[in-house]
Nanobody, 122 residues
């Protein structure tokens, strides 16, 4: 079992920045961030594998968001810059994909955090 605890959400104006954190009870091979708006499906945001360079991003956040996980740590971060109103959502941390090549699909992940809300105003 892996327990995940997110933090760092909040309200910010468009163009601002936030950093989300997800503390895991143990280090896992891979971790990811997803987000979900009311009435919509959970959407892939970013993922990181065992190595620091093994990162993946949704096109909508590429060049604005950065996922990181310091070596030997079990906490993953999501640095979000140049935030837009369309980034408003509840952000969820996930750990341990069943298939590393299928990490963009939410059903592929075994463990989930409780979510942290991000609100971006125009």
């Amino acid at each position: 079992q892996v327990q995940l605890t997110e933090s760092g959400g909040g309200a910010v104006q468009a163009g601002g920045s936030l950093r989300l954190s997800c503390a895991a009870s143990r280090r896992t091979f891979d971790m990811a961030w997803f987000r979900q708006e009311p009435g919509k499906e959970r959407e892939f945001v970013a993922a990181i594998g065992w190595g620091a360079g093994d990162t993946y991003y949704a096109d909508s956040v590429k060049d604005r968001f950065t996922i990181s996980r310091p070596s030997a740590e079990s906490t993953v971060y999501l640095q979000m810059n140049l935030l837009k109103p369309e980034d408003t959502a509840v952000y969820y941390c996930a750990a341990e994909s069943a298939t590393h090549s299928n990490m963009r699909h939410s059903e592929n992940w075994r463990y989930w955090g409780q979510g942290t809300k991000v609100t971006v105003s125009s």
